[in-house]
């Protein structure tokens, strides 16, 4: 009797073998998971949806920030709903298990393991050693963690592996060399094998975003999330705070962010003066709001410029532009209606085309 039970035990697959046995087990699955690290604060919760080989969809909230991704066979959808930004790519990346994700909380905070049918394919050239056991949440789970063939090149991945394959627990150290690294625990408290409807995997903008005319195979865009955010300015000529909103009432504007330092905004100068000029056509305003630490030199030259100085960086984090320069336009009603990121002299015509198609959509 001793002698069976003992085969029994011996005949059991390892947790290596039942982690792969689970993975292999469907081309998608649902996930809900906690994450954590040393260098954020609190906890991220997040949900994904993963089907091989290369559709995605999931969505993250950490330490204020709120992301979320989408990827199908013809491009990827990147977005921050707490910055109101989002990248958008066209490009197909079929050859990658997983696809590579477009942000870093993206790329550290994702239960990319989903993608591979065996913990061999999902980090090549480790071998896997048990080194215990531990509970997770009441289940006994087999402790599993990659080592290398090179002393240099530390294990980077832990694993705890529960009796039916599923993995409740992953620990990843994030970054190497010089720069430090760190670790990131996901707590997976669902991981299921589904069927998902490939509508789910649209890329599709949320309600209440509208997409910028962003030049590129692959842009930062200005996603528009409704009322815009006005309050005290402090204007850089008079150094006072001027009400943006009663400055403005009823009355549409245009917002570029620029910063002193940059090269581009400096070699946009001459295009404003003009678009200045034409959407005063359309009784449309132009103003200025200078990022960074130093005061904006204005001169008798600039007294037709409305120029506000964010000295406490309180509108750059209210509207949350991807870079400079970035221009934000504003309906009669105060309501965000588009929006431009970037310049350069050949997209001139086409900056001036998209607010004009703004002011008569607004």
């Known amino acids: 009797m001793v002698a069976l039970l003992a085969a029994v035990i011996l005949a059991q697959p390892g947790p290596v073998a039942r982690a792969d046995k689970f993975l292999s087990s469907s081309k998608s699955f649902a996930i809900d998971y906690t994450v954590t690290s040393p260098v954020m604060p609190g906890a991220g919760t997040g949900h994904a949806a993963v089907a091989r080989p290369n559709l995605q969809h999931f969505s993250i909230d950490w330490a204020g920030e709120s992301f979320e991704f989408i990827h199908n066979e013809t491009g990827g959808l990147s977005i921050r709903h707490d910055t109101h930004t989002y990248y958008e790519s066209p490009v197909v990346w079929a050859n990658f298990a997983p696809p590579p994700t477009l942000t870093k909380i993206g790329g550290e905070a994702a239960p990319s393991i989903a993608y591979y049918e065996s913990l061999e394919k999902f980090a090549a050239g480790a071998t896997y050693k048990v080194t215990g056991k531990e509970s997770v949440r009441g289940v006994s789970c087999d402790v599993v963690q990659t080592t290398s063939m090179s002393a240099s090149d530390p294990g980077t991945h832990t694993f705890w592996v529960g009796p039916s394959g599923k993995i409740l627990r992953w620990k ?191």
């Not at 400096?266 to 200045?276: C, G, N, Q």
């Open 172 to 362: 990843k150290i994030v970054g190497s060399g010089n720069e430090g690294s760190y670790s990131v625990t996901f707590e997976i408290t669902k991981f299921d094998a589904v069927e998902f409807d490939a509508a789910r995997f649209r890329l599709t903008l949320p309600v209440g975003y509208v997409p910028a005319q962003i030049p590129g195979p692959r842009y930062f865009a200005v996603a528009v999330p409704g009322p815009a955010p006005l309050g005290q300015w402090l204007d850089a000529r008079s150094n006072k705070r001027t009400d943006v909103a009663a400055a403005y009432k009823k009355s549409p504007f245009a917002i570029v962010f620029t910063d002193p330092d940059s090269d581009i905004c400096a070699r946009m100068e001459p295009y404003l003066l003009t678009l200045r000029r034409r959407l005063k056509q359309e009784g449309c305003a132009l103003v200025e709001v200078v990022l960074g630490g130093k005061k904006p030199d204005l001169t008798k030259k600039d007294r037709d410029r409305a120029v506000f100085w964010d000295d406490k960086g309180e509108i750059e984090r209210a509207y949350g532009p991807a870079g400079t320069p970035t221009i934000f336009l504003v309906d009669k009603d105060g309501k965000l209606v588009t929006g431009w990121q970037g310049y350069s002299k050949d997209r001139e015509d086409q900056i001036t085309q998209t607010l004009l198609d703004g002011l008569k959509d607004g």
